[in-house]
């Protein structure tokens, strides 16, 4: 629903491409006065509520004006951005996550510079838009922000006799023990979709490497730190407890009650490694809503003698691009998604935990999601995931270095040489 990925390019192509046709065609998009097409991946509520009532309440307040809204799986987008850009009719508006990827979809010459047309307010949002920002100039404009930790069932830790969330991988590999000598799946994983195995190898290698090795390695796009390859073997040794579910590798994420958001939601699994956004991933999953009464979070575990910052969090966020046709009728339309007034309906209807508008933090009230937002603040520093911060091709290479890993594919230093010959 929310987050985030890509599938194989190959094996999704030639699916993506007649959907690409339809929704590009579909209520005009980029030329003259016609409908502004607005690719979003608010499939599913709570997400796909607000962006509606945003887009009708847009309209009022804008005589004249129309929005083709095209609600897409967010898995299809990076396959999806790529085609459409090469294409004589992208969409004016459509999803993003920044970093890397934002740059590289910049570079097709069709997407927006709005330097110029968010200059008197994207200020207000502070330094989440800088995330939408490459070579100086503003290609996006983000909406919420992110960050990715353990959500738990606090009945099955209970059960377990798991009195507190670890703090420290130790203590996490004990606890592992502890589930499934009750009888509990520890940790539930999405490993068909393949972006959630690299969020292991992603919080590994920011908690073996300084800041300023992970500064320099997206930068130049290239891991050649040994950190990272320690970061391969804490991932093979999470991997030989044994700790997730029978067949994970062909269990997708966030699509259907069986995914691993479903499992911890329906009380299958005790834990899922996810960013803040996976219970209002669980409402569209979930037959039984008790399960929010369930759930808890913890950060990403300290590793014991790592050179890493423990108070260093993996995160990201979600915005919006422009394509060039539209550019102003686009910028217009961001500033008002960044409004108070959608931001606060964003965070009370569970659709973001974490709002980029300061206006809208009085509206975090849920006392998990207020442990998720101070954590977030008081982070040292946020590193981007991955596959967002490195060029696309690189993110691509690192993710499927990541799930070869879990498939039982390659060693500790894979994941390395892959991002290394990639970049």
Not at 180 to 205: E, H, N, V
Not at 402 to 408: I, M, T
Request: net charge negative; aromatic share 10%.
């Amino acid at each position: 629903m929310f987050v985030r990925r890509r599938p194989p390019v190959a094996a999704a192509a030639a699916a993506v491409a007649l959907t690409l046709l339809t929704a590009c065609g579909s209520g005009g998009s980029g030329s003259g006065g016609g409908a502004l097409t607005w690719w979003h991946n608010g499939t599913q509520d709570p997400l796909k509520t607000v962006w509606a009532h945003a887009a009708a309440n847009y309209q009022q307040a804008h005589a004249g004006s129309k929005l083709d809204v095209v609600p897409i799986q967010n898995e299809q987008f990076p396959t999806k951005v790529p085609l459409a850009l090469q294409s004589d009719n992208p969409p004016d508006v459509y999803f993003n996550q920044g970093g890397g990827l934002l740059a590289t979809q910049a570079q097709s010459g069709r997407v927006a510079d709005l330097t110029s047309l968010t200059a008197d307010w994207i200020k207000d949002l502070g330094p989440a838009a800088q995330g939408w920002a490459a070579d100086g100039k503003q290609f996006g404009v983000p909406y919420d922000s992110h960050v990715v930790g353990f959500w738990y069932r606090k009945d099955l830790f209970a059960n377990a006799g798991i009195t507190q969330p670890p703090a420290t991988m130790d203590e996490l590999k004990v606890d592992i023990g502890k589930l499934k000598a009750a009888g509990s799946t520890p940790i539930a994983l999405g490993g068909k979709d393949r972006w959630p195995d690299a969020f292991y190898y992603d919080y590994f290698a920011v908690r073996e490497c300084a800041v300023e090795t992970l500064k320099s390695s997206m930068e130049a796009a290239k891991f050649t730190d040994p950190c990272f390859t320690r970061a391969g073997q804490d991932v093979l040794d999470l991997i030989a407890l044994k700790p997730f579910q029978e067949g994970f590798n062909g269990t997708p994420a966030q699509q259907g009650s069986g995914s691993s958001a479903g499992m911890v939601a329906a009380g299958q699994a005790a834990m899922e490694l996810q960013g803040d956004w996976n219970p209002s991933v669980m409402q569209g999953l979930a037959a039984d809503p008790s399960y929010r009464g369930q759930l808890g979070w913890f950060p990403f575990p300290a590793v014991a003698g790592a050179a890493g910052d423990p108070s260093v969090a993996l995160g990201g966020g979600d915005g919006f691009s422009c394509t060039v046709k539209r550019a102003a009728d686009c910028a217009q339309l961001l500033k008002y998604l960044t409004s108070a007034e959608v931001q606060t309906e964003l965070v009370e209807s569970g659709a973001a935990t974490i709002p980029v508008n300061p206006a809208a933090v009085a509206a975090v009230k849920d006392p998990v999601v207020k442990q998720i937002f101070d954590y977030n603040a008081r982070a040292s520093y946020v590193q981007v995931y991955f596959d967002v911060a490195l060029p696309t091709a690189v993110g691509q290479a690192l993710n499927d270095a990541a799930a070869d890993l879990f498939a039982g594919k390659g060693d500790a230093g894979s994941v390395a040489r892959a991002v290394n010959a990639a970049g």
